[in-house]
């Protein structure tokens, strides 16, 4: 229960506190006294309790419950002013301890004086030494506030101030240009430029089309030199044997009358063996 990971964050501006004290104690006077000069605008709703003696720790818990119940609250004040350990003993009571513990609502412990200690302390959410610290310590100071709203309120001005001016340069520059001043002029270099540029794009495209065509004609030209039809062209020519039209590449394999098909360069020419020399 006393692990800081249970611990709820305190609101940086809370709108209405509750606050679960005496409402004839020093603590109580302390705490709107102190709340109204720091921050008028907070709303304080005041749950009145016994604070020490029989009964105080069940009406201490029922206080907090209601609290909870009501949800109209965003911060709580749980404490007293200092007194003896006896005075302060309900704020160590186990029943105590765990409504700090299951509330919902953010608590502020602020029982007795800076050098006392509760178990109260150590559960809730933060622990003020006293109940005025307890309002020093959650509340803003209004004049604090308005010297930061000032403060950001010149940053603000001199920022728009600054963007102003760096808006009227730069239109200025705009219409100083020379653009502006010589519009024709600035067609006039812009259609000469696209001119350049055309004629570079047009010499580019012409280039590429006749690497094109001599990387074509170099490969037409290997492609012709390892054609068989250029070995047939310099007076070679291909012998087949009918009806099954075998390439003869050895004279033994023909008998007389064998039919044969000579293909040349040009055209074909049919025949028939009239003898065969096999050497």
Request: charged share 25%; proline share 4%.
């Amino acid at each position: 229960m006393f692990d800081e990971q249970h611990k709820q964050t305190i609101p940086k501006f809370p709108q209405r506190i509750g606050i679960v004290t005496s409402p004839t104690g020093a603590a109580l006077r302390d705490i709107i006294k102190i709340a109204r000069r720091r921050f008028p605008a907070i709303e304080l709703i005041l749950r009145s309790v016994r604070v020490q003696g029989e009964g105080a720790a069940e009406e201490i818990v029922q206080a907090i419950e209601e609290f909870n119940q009501f949800k109209e609250v965003d911060l709580l004040i749980v404490g007293r002013g200092g007194g003896s350990l006896e005075d302060l003993w309900a704020f160590n009571e186990e029943k105590v301890a765990r409504a700090i513990f299951a509330s919902r609502i953010p608590i502020v412990s602020a029982v007795g004086h800076e050098i006392d200690f509760t178990i109260a302390d150590f559960v809730a959410d933060l622990r003020a030494p006293t109940p005025s610290a307890a309002v020093e310590m959650i509340l803003p100071d209004r004049k604090e506030l308005a010297k930061e709203i000032r403060n950001l309120n010149r940053r603000l001005v001199s920022a728009q101030h600054s963007l102003i001016d760096s808006y009227r340069q730069r239109l200025k520059s705009v219409l100083t240009s020379y653009g502006l001043k010589r519009p024709a002029d600035v067609l006039l270099q812009n259609r000469q430029r696209l001119d350049e540029l055309i004629r570079q794009i047009t010499v580019a495209t012409s280039n590429l089309f006749q690497r094109a065509k001599q990387n074509f004609s170099t490969a037409v030209g290997r492609l012709n030199a390892l054609s068989p039809l250029a070995v047939l062209e310099r007076g070679y020519s291909v012998c087949y044997k009918l009806p099954e039209k075998r390439i003869v590449k050895i004279a033994g394999s023909l008998k007389v009358k064998d039919q044969l098909e000579m293909l040349l360069w040009k055209g074909k020419v049919h025949s028939q063996v009239q003898a065969i020399y096999p050497e």
